[in-house]
């Protein structure tokens, strides 16, 4: 299957849950956190502030770019 997303992510991470929160990182240099669910469809979501990408581990295979 080919991935979903357009573009290479910055950074991605595997997570367990369809709820995943995202905060670009420590302190100042991150954005406001922010709560992202997963696409049952495609088990991933990419951050809109800095395109952060995860993906359940579930469906981490069919999400390799």
Do not use: Q
């Amino acid at each position: 299957m080919t991935s979903p997303f357009s573009h290479d992510a910055p950074e991605t991470e595997i997570v367990t849950a369809m709820r995943v929160c995202c905060d670009g990182g420590e302190g100042a240099l991150g954005h406001p956190r922010v709560w992202l669910s997963l696409s049952h469809e495609t088990g991933a979501v990419e951050c809109p502030y800095c395109d952060k990408r995860f993906i359940h581990r579930d469906y981490a295979e069919d999400n390799a770019a």
